[in-house]
Nanobody, 126 residues
Framework: QVQLVESGGGSVQSGGSLRLSCASS????????MGWFRQAPGKEREGVAS????????YYADSVKGRFTISQDNAKNTLYLQMNSLKPEDSAMYYC???????????????????WGRGTQVTVSS
């Protein structure tokens, strides 16, 4: 089992920045991918960014490329999402997710991930 706990959400004005953190515990050595997803009210959950732990590759949704950066501190078992130039449309609940290799799919597809945190709210005002 893997446990994920997000933090760092909050309210900012348009153009501001936030850094989300996701602390992982449990059988973290089995994790292949880690990702950030978001879900706004009335909308489907969408993949924002993903990190392939083995190869160090990163993947981003087109809507956040150039503004968001995903990174991992292996020593701390913590995943980060640095969000710059935030827009009101970035407002959502942000979730951390992990894949231990037991499910297969696109790095930005929610169905690929089998562990999820409870989320942290991000609100961007105009």
């Amino acid at each position: 089992q893997v446990q994920l706990v997000e933090s760092g959400g909050g309210s900012v004005q348009s153009g501001g920045s936030l850094r989300l953190s996701c602390a992982s515990s449990g059988f973290t050595s089995n994790i292949i991918y880690m990702g950030w997803f978001r879900q706004a009210p009335g909308k489907e959950r969408e993949g924002v960014a993903s990190y392939w732990r083995i190869g160090g590759l990163t993947y981003y949704a087109d809507s956040v490329k150039g503004r968001f950066t995903i990174s991992q501190d292996n020593a701390k078992n913590t995943l980060y999402l640095q969000m710059n130039s935030l827009k009101p449309e970035d407002s959502a609940m942000y979730y951390c997710a992990a894949n231990d290799g037991s499910q297969f799919g696109s790095p930005l597809a929610s169905s690929t991930y089998n562990y999820w945190g409870r989320g942290t709210q991000v609100t961007v005002s105009s």
